[in-house]
């Protein structure tokens, strides 16, 4: 059984730390999950070659001292890498070490798995890790012609080790420590120690940890008698053939948190890091190489005691375990002082080296990852290659023994627990004890739809994510949807190519089409209000139940009108769907006039208060009508109070006029005022050709029948009134009144009036005139959105009930390259409230419009969860050494490139060099005359390289910083043409 989190909370965790992510690429194995199937089912995951260099099946034979043994552990794509996801260049991306582009890769899958977007978490992430020497330095040295000049600097930046964590944190950017290990075969989890010290001490609140060795082409080792590798390419821990093990390509990072943190802050947590230790055996040995009794068992008894277990409790370990007839002897005796006197047998060990060989900087890490998965999984996974014990390992008597198949991890109901070890050459010797996680209460299951949001920086990968989604939610029916949203939405980075989905649960995320893809831009929003004509019982119920913004608002005007009205607003818009009086009651005072206008303006605030609650703040507001009313109300003209005693004056007034009505005439201004006689009045003008009439009932019932006999349809409005007609002339001096009674300020942010099409002026927005105008005159709604549509492309956001202005926007000639979206749907939809608004706010996400997702979520705790990782898009990048054949290099840039026929420049001599040599410098097959050269993946380095290029032809005398004020081809040829001596 796990660790109850009560029988935690009776222990001093501040010292325990949570493993809340991890990611490898290990042989064989692409992730963590491929990494357990092949644990559980026992696969050795070594490939050998024969003569020719090419795969075979069967293991060599074993080698005579001095010979090469053909066999090693790969990984896939260790040649290959997504340039475009991490800002680089194809030159950038060719120069750098392998090691370092899957180390990079696996870092940032780590905080994914986590649920981490480094940019939106406000603690310092820190990371700890190191790497293997390998051989692209001398590579990339052989081949410099394939390098745009690159200089030995920039070749060193690209191979050293040193840089190995420093450019994660610059890619990633991550602000917590930095820190490259280096203790050979111990360097992965001395990382690990080290990011535990640093997590305790304070220096970071999420902690990076691991390691990587790549060697592209693989490097094989050279038999020895009694030295490290085996001769066969078989690693064969404690067991009396045992003769050393064989080189492999790996990485894995883990994802460290304090476990207080993350127990508070909803992590996933994969196991629990109880205590750490790291030493040096010194002196007290045969050699420098040699391995040391003492020294490694006072690295275990440090982490025993720094994880305050009793050694009899751990029931499995995961040892260094090479296979080498020397080191598993001394191992297991280290082991045994270490764990004293106990029950012998009782204790399974194993050694991840039998799967996968060694992978140097990156075992401690393999083994760590794999421990982690094993005590998730409740089952200890075979070490392979074990038949008969070491005979200078003392078994029978002894407290440990190999496990060779996939077994229950049984403890007798105490919490399971592991430690790992990892034996540095050199003598840094490290380990750690790790307990499965806590058992926590179940999330609670959500009971509304969720908004489900993916990116990437292409539309194939973006497919691709879309893909992976669905397989994993298929995959895993028992994850909680809005545990799945809150992850995604929190937890990944927002590219430029987006999707979302909106569901109520996994099966009808499913269900849908398809994520539908949009490009993310800069756009600002503009709030429409609509007017009267949308409302209906029920309007916002599910989002009145959901969102406590809008609940919020809702109840504030509720508690304002109730001494106004004489009964509760809130029995109109949502009364109880199983009373049919109530219900009954409710669809009659909606129909009436001043119920249904109070109804619209408190949805409209109650929608506006919410989108300002989910993070959107509008660039400008705009009414229709009554929806002026609430457009000036956020835009902080009125009071909410005072704005609800104006509607409500205003809505009596209208309801006193003699019997009105309100026409839709699908013709454009100049045609229909010819028109309109005698107590008729152009009311609207929405669009070129969408206007409206109001006046009394007769006349416009004639005005029909006239329009009909002339072939053209006209619609009546569900608006029993005639406001902006003459019918209201008498009441315009009470009006004006009322509002000369309230309190009336200068709109805070732009606010487009409906009646002059322009944007309202702070004297007009405080002249009671200007409200009683805009009673009585058109509005004028079609030139507000001219207006609007003349700025840059946003987003036009209707707030309120139905879509009418969304409809109107959308059919606007200028409506070109902005968006239209409704938050509430028509009341003829077959659409939820909450559907719909999530559905509006993954519109917007997809546009480019940040969203407050704490806020979307309505303040309700989520838990993050693993999911599919970011779908690299590889390109094969590589300079192969001179003795191996051909070099082959990535082309092309995965974005495409603008045409370099655009026609602000002539296409002269200048133009040319300065494309040239960014595309060169780059590694870019061509350029566009406004592609930014930092943007395609440049940096000081390679600027300085394209200005070399660049001073002997032109007469300027160029610096680098030009290429920082003028970073395209257009704009530094502009600037080399008027710096010019003339």
Request: aromatic share 6%.
């Amino acid at each position: 059984m796990s660790a109850s989190l009560d029988v935690m909370e009776e222990e001093d965790r501040s010292a325990h730390l949570a493993v809340v992510g991890l990611a490898c690429r290990l042989p064989g194995a692409a992730n963590a999950a491929e990494f357990w199937s092949n644990l559980a089912s026992g696969v050795e995951s070594i490939t050998y070659f024969g003569p020719d260099g090419q795969p075979r099946a069967e293991p060599p034979t074993e080698r005579a001292v001095g010979e090469a043994v053909p066999a090693f552990g790969l990984i896939t794509d260790a040649d290959r890498f997504d340039a475009q996801a991490f800002g680089m260049s194809p030159q950038e991306a060719l120069m750098l070490d392998p090691q370092h582009r899957v180390f990079l890769e696996c870092a940032r899958e780590a905080l994914e798995d986590a649920g981490y977007d480094p940019a939106r978490y406000r603690g310092a992430i820190g990371i700890y890790a190191g790497g293997s020497e390998t051989d692209y330095l001398s590579a990339l040295r052989a081949r410099r012609d394939l390098l745009a000049g690159a200089s030995d600097w920039q070749i060193r930046l690209a191979t050293g080790v040193d840089f190995l964590t420093s450019r994660v944190a610059y890619k990633l950017g991550l602000r917590g420590p930095a820190v490259t290990v280096q203790t050979a075969c111990s360097t992965s989890l001395v990382a690990i120690h080290l990011a535990a010290q640093a997590l305790l001490a304070g220096d970071c609140d999420i902690a990076l940890a691991g390691g990587a060795s790549v060697h592209v082409p693989p490097r094989f080792g050279h038999y020895s008698e009694g030295g490290p590798l085996s001769p066969d390419g078989r690693c064969r821990a404690f067991d009396a053939r045992a003769q050393g093990t064989v080189g492999s390509n790996g990485a894995g990072m883990v994802v460290l948190k304090r476990l207080a943190d993350a127990l508070e802050d909803g992590d996933t947590i994969r196991a629990v890091l109880r205590g750490t230790a790291v030493n040096n055996d010194a002196a007290g040995k045969i050699g420098f190489t040699a391995p040391s009794v003492e020294g490694q068992s006072r690295v275990i008894e440090t982490a025993l005691h720094a994880a305050g277990v009793d050694p009899a409790s751990i029931s499995y370990l995961e040892a260094h375990g090479t296979g080498t007839r020397l080191g598993d002897p001394i191992e297991v005796a280290a082991l045994t002082k270490a764990f004293g006197a106990r029950e012998p047998r009782s204790c399974w060990l194993g050694s991840v080296k039998t799967n996968i060989g060694h992978t140097d900087a990156a075992a401690g890490v393999a083994g760590f990852i794999k421990t982690v998965l094993a005590l998730e999984h409740r089952k200890l996974p075979p070490s392979l290659n074990f038949e008969r014990p070491n005979p200078e390992i003392d078994f029978e008597h002894g407290p440990f023994r190999v496990n060779t198949e996939l077994r229950d991890w049984d403890t007798g109901g105490h919490p399971r627990r592991a430690g790992v070890s990892s034996l540095g050459i050199g003598g840094t010797n490290a380990h750690v004890v790790l307990e499965e996680a806590p058992t926590l209460p179940a999330s609670e299951r959500s009971r509304t739809p969720q908004l489900m949001v993916l990116s990437a920086h292409g539309p194939a990968a973006l497919a691709r994510a879309v893909e992976r989604l669905g397989g994993h939610l298929r995959a895993h029916p028992e994850v909680d949807l809005g545990d799945v949203a809150w992850t995604l939405q929190t937890g990944r980075t927002a590219h430029k190519h987006r999707a979302f989905a909106v569901g109520q649960d996994t099966q009808e995320v499913l269900e849908q089409e398809g994520f539908a893809p949009q490009m993310a831009g800069e756009r600002q929003v503009v709030f429409m209000f609509p007017g009267h004509g949308g409302q209906h019982v029920g309007m916002g119920r599910e989002l009145y139940g959901s969102q406590p913004a809008f609940r919020e608002a809702v109840d504030a005007c509720r508690a304002h009108l109730a001494p106004l009205l004489g009964f509760d607003l809130g029995s109109v818009l949502h009364p109880d769907p199983t009373d049919a009086a109530a219900l009954e009651l409710a669809t009659a005072r909606m129909g009436e006039f001043i119920t249904g206008q109070l109804s619209v303006f408190v949805t409209e605030y109650a929608v506006a208060r919410l989108w300002k609650r989910w993070g959107v703040q509008p660039a400008a507001v705009v009414g229709h009508s009554l929806g002026a009313y609430a457009a000036a109300t956020v835009a902080g003209v009125f009071r909410l109070e005072d704005a609800l005693r104006l509607v409500l004056e205003r809505s009596r007034i209208l309801a006193s006029l003699p019997s009105g009505a309100m026409l839709a005439v699908p013709l454009p201004e100049s045609e229909l005022a010819p028109l309109l006689h005698g107590g008729l009045a152009l009311a609207a003008v929405n669009g070129p050709a969408q206007c409206a009439v109001s006046g009394p009932a007769a006349e416009i019932e004639a005005l029909q029948a006239r329009l009909m006999e002339r072939g053209v349809e006209s619609k009546l409005l569900r608006i029993p009134g005639a406001g902006h007609s003459p019918l209201v002339e008498p009441s315009l001096a009470a009006f004006t009144a009322c509002v000369q009674r309230v309190e009336r300020r200068p709109p805070q942010l732009p606010w487009i009036s409906d009646r002059t099409g322009v944007a309202v002026t702070a004297e007009e927005a405080v002249d009671p005139a200007y409200w009683a105008a805009h009673l009585r005159h058109t509005v004028r709604f079609g030139d507000a959105l001219n207006m609007l549509f003349a700025g840059p492309p946003g987003v036009f956001l209707e707030v309120g009930p139905g879509r009418t202005l969304a409809t109107l926007a959308r059919q606007n000639p200028g409506a070109g390259p902005h968006l239209t979206v409704a938050t509430l749907p028509h009341p003829a939809d077959n659409t939820s409230d909450a559907v719909s608004a999530l559905t509006a706010a993954g519109r917007l996400w997809c546009a480019g419009v940040a969203i407050s997702w704490q806020g979307l979520h309505g303040g309700l705790s989520r838990r993050r969860v693993p999911l599919p990782t970011y779908p690299f898009e590889r390109q094969r990048y590589l300079v192969d050494a001179p003795a191996t054949s051909t070099t082959v290099t990535a082309v092309s840039p995965p974005p495409e490139p603008e045409p370099m026929d655009v026609p602000e420049l002539p296409e002269d001599e200048v133009v040319r060099r300065v494309a040239t040599a960014f595309a060169e410098v780059l590694g870019l097959a061509r350029v566009g005359l406004h592609d930014n050269f930092f943007a395609l993946g440049g940096d000081s380095l390679m600027a300085a390289q394209v200005i070399a290029r660049l001073r002997p032809h032109v007469a300027t005398p160029l610096k680098v910083k030009a290429l920082f004020r003028a970073p395209t081809v257009a704009r530094l040829t502009r600037f080399i043409a008027e710096s010019s001596p003339a």
